[in-house]
């Protein structure tokens, strides 16, 4: 067995590769979570551990390739809280703010791209945790933000769509180059 953090129930815990812009997974509607098991908790327990690893604050089941409605976030080390980390399982916006706030976005599976997005302020969202026990958080601020980034993935909106047509242009030719970069490395 792995002598990894995640381990202690002994189940394997694995770093998945992270799906990148183009690929479809990204673009379906991720299918409700009917059955609350010792897979999807294994898989949790991934998307905790890829995050971390990518040193993220959210990680969408989309973007390990598990076209699924779950999402985990953690935004401890960046708003210096120790609130741990969030499972949300087929969670849903149920409330917004009117007051709408602008702020640069970036994403997991668009490395090196930012983009200034528009935001609803405050939301609240209504989830289960992985044992299918309900939730409901009451956010704003970045947790607000990271909240509204990690449901779109759900259904298969990348925060790209939120920008003008001209500056989802540019930032689409930039990652292609970023790309190709990588790719001659
Ligand atoms: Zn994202």
New binding site residues.
């Given amino acids: 067995p792995r002598g990894s953090e995640g381990d202690c129930r002994g189940v394997a815990v694995a770093i998945r590769r992270i799906v990148l812009l183009g690929e479809e997974v990204l673009r379906v509607r991720g299918e409700e979570v009917t059955t609350f098991d010792s897979e999807l908790n294994s898989l949790v327990q991934d998307m905790l551990e890829t995050m971390y690893h990518a040193e993220g604050i959210?990680?969408?089941a989309p973007?390990i390739g598990v076209s699924l409605r779950v999402c985990v976030l953690d935004l401890g080390v960046k708003e210096g809280s120790e609130a741990g980390h969030w499972v949300l399982v087929n969670p849903m916006v149920a409330k917004t703010s009117k007051k709408t706030v602008k702020a640069p976005e970036g994403?997991?599976?668009?490395p090196e791209i930012e983009e200034v997005v528009t935001r609803f302020s405050k939301v609240t969202v209504s989830a289960t945790d992985a044992s299918g026990r309900p939730l409901e958080i009451e956010a704003e601020g970045l947790l607000a933000r990271a909240l509204q980034?990690?449901i779109d993935?759900l259904d298969g909106v990348?925060?790209i769509d939120q920008v003008s047509p001209l500056k989802r242009r540019l930032a689409l030719r930039k990652w292609k180059k970023s790309q190709e970069e990588s790719l001659d490395e």
Avoid: K, M, N, P
Wanted: net charge negative; proline share 0%; charged share 10%.
């Fill in positions: 959210g990680l969408a973007q994403c997991l599976s668009i980034h990690e993935h990348l925060f």
